[in-house]
């Protein structure tokens, strides 16, 4: 659904935020409502592109900043369109126009204008899976459990020997072999 405000009544932002908080209120309070949230644009159709700097990049000159598009949302809006958050947290209802400024990035964006946070995020994302999935392997045990990580770091240690000794054991058979004959 799309709004339009009319500028006459609503031409100040306080006017307009409390228009759109109420609406989302009062939308999130129907029956069957699971989540409601409010967006400038919808997700592939941008409707504000900008150059910018960010926080930590070389400044360089306005025309060679990249430009991003840039699209205001409530802070529901990553579970009503089932985006997963990677790192850093969501938009809670603390952010808002007053300072500090916040904002949610793409994978693509970390990647690009923070590479070496993107390994660490990569390697985090990979950590917290596996444990949720020991977790759920796990009857009644936590997946940080000192003595699960250690008979883990043993299974996997003799399955990595395992691995590699057996395939060596049978080419040494296959090279004796044939140096007899």
Do not use: C
Not at 42 to 58: K, R
Not at 105 to 110: D, I, K, L
């Amino acid at each position: 659904m799309q709004i339009m405000l009319p500028p006459a009544k609503y031409g100040q932002p306080a006017k307009s935020i409390a228009f759109y908080n109420s609406t989302l209120q009062r939308v999130r309070s129907m029956p069957g409502v699971e989540a409601a949230a409010i967006s400038t644009a919808l997700p592939i159709f941008a409707t504000h592109s900008t150059p910018v700097l960010f926080e930590g990049q070389p400044a360089v000159a306005l025309g060679q900043r990249p430009i991003v598009n840039i699209q205001q949302i409530s802070p529901d809006y990553s579970k009503v369109m089932r985006v997963p958050l990677i790192a850093g947290r969501l938009f809670n209802d603390h952010d808002d126009a007053q300072p500090p400024k916040v904002g949610l990035v793409n994978q693509t964006a970390v990647q690009r204008f923070w590479p070496a946070l993107a390994g660490i995020l990569i390697g985090g994302v990979a950590s917290l899976s596996l444990t949720r999935m020991m977790s759920s392997l796990l009857h009644q045990t936590s997946a940080n459990d000192p003595t699960t990580l250690a008979a883990s770091a043993a299974l996997f240690t003799t399955v990595g020997l395992l691995a590699s000794y057996v395939p060596a054991r049978g080419h040494a058979r296959r090279s004796h072999r044939s140096a007899a004959s």
